[in-house]
T-cell receptor, first 113, second 109 residues
Framework: NAGVTQTPKFQVLKTGQSMTLQCAQDMNHNSMYWYRQDPGMGLRLIYYSASEGTTDKGEVPNGYNVSRLNKREFSLRLESAAPSQTSVYFC????????????FGEGSRLTVL | KNEVEQSPQNLTAQEGEFITINCSYSVGISALHWLQQHPGGGIVSLFMLSSGKKKHGRLIATINIQEKHSSLHITASHPRDSAVYICAGSGGSNYKLTFGKGTLLTVNP
């Protein structure tokens, strides 16, 4: 079982460049999430999608956009990357009937120079 | 605002020791989650509980609703238990978890 798959695993960008992190889950989950993890801080929610066709802002949405392409896929886009967006990004999903039990991707380490 | 505080930040133990990691949370949190993050970075959900106690293998999670406190215990610890353990709270909107900063556990052989 693949679970939650996110790509790329590593990326180096220059300030101002754009990129999209891709996430797909094969567990038929309704909810999907994007988090960032920074040293000394807990995971912080960037955006989430409670169901196909809906997206909502989390704690730290500035500088990001998301697309819930279909039930399986939830992408995160950085339109103009900034050094403050250097982080490890995690995609996660959860089933509607077990909201809160999260299944995480392996993470994407992004460095913005 | 929901808040979650973990202690200790770092914990070093010898193989075989009994481990306890604590988590305190604020009003508004109705369910507590424990997650494990291995050195490779992957995060796995261990438990989700809103009352009582849950056990899986050598891991036990408890929650005291009145005191707004949860503990994660590891019995007969092993070096492979070395990881960051994270507690997170949910409440109100089920789609948003508030995460603690994590406890780095190192178990030496």
């Amino acid at each position: 079982n693949a679970g939650v798959t996110q790509t790329p695993k590593f990326q180096v960008l220059k300030t101002g460049q754009s990129m999209t992190l891709q996430c797909a889950q094969d567990m038929n989950h309704n909810s999907m999430y994007w988090y960032r993890q920074d040293p000394g801080m807990g995971l912080r929610l960037i955006y989430y999608s409670a169901s196909e066709g809906t997206t909502d802002k989390g704690e730290v949405p500035n500088g990001y956009n998301v697309s819930r392409l279909n039930k399986r896929e939830f992408s995160l886009r950085l339109e103009s990357a900034a050094p403050s967006q250097t982080s490890v990004y995690f995609c996660a999903s959860s089933a509607l009937d077990r909201v809160g039990e999260l299944f995480f991707g392996e993470g994407s380490r992004l460095t913005v120079l | 605002k929901n808040e979650v505080e973990q202690s200790p930040q770092n914990l070093t133990a010898q193989e075989g020791e009994f481990i306890t990691i604590n988590c305190s949370y604020s009003v508004g949190i109705s369910a507590l989650h424990w997650l494990q993050q291995h050195p490779g970075g992957g995060i796995v959900s261990l438990f989700m509980l809103s009352s009582g106690k849950k056990k899986h293998g050598r891991l036990i999670a408890t929650i005291n609703i009145q005191e707004k406190h949860s503990s994660l215990h590891i019995t007969a610890s092993h070096p492979r238990d070395s990881a960051v353990y994270i507690c997170a709270g949910s409440g109100g909107s089920n789609y948003k978890l508030t995460f603690g900063k994590g406890t780095l556990l190192t178990v030496n052989p």
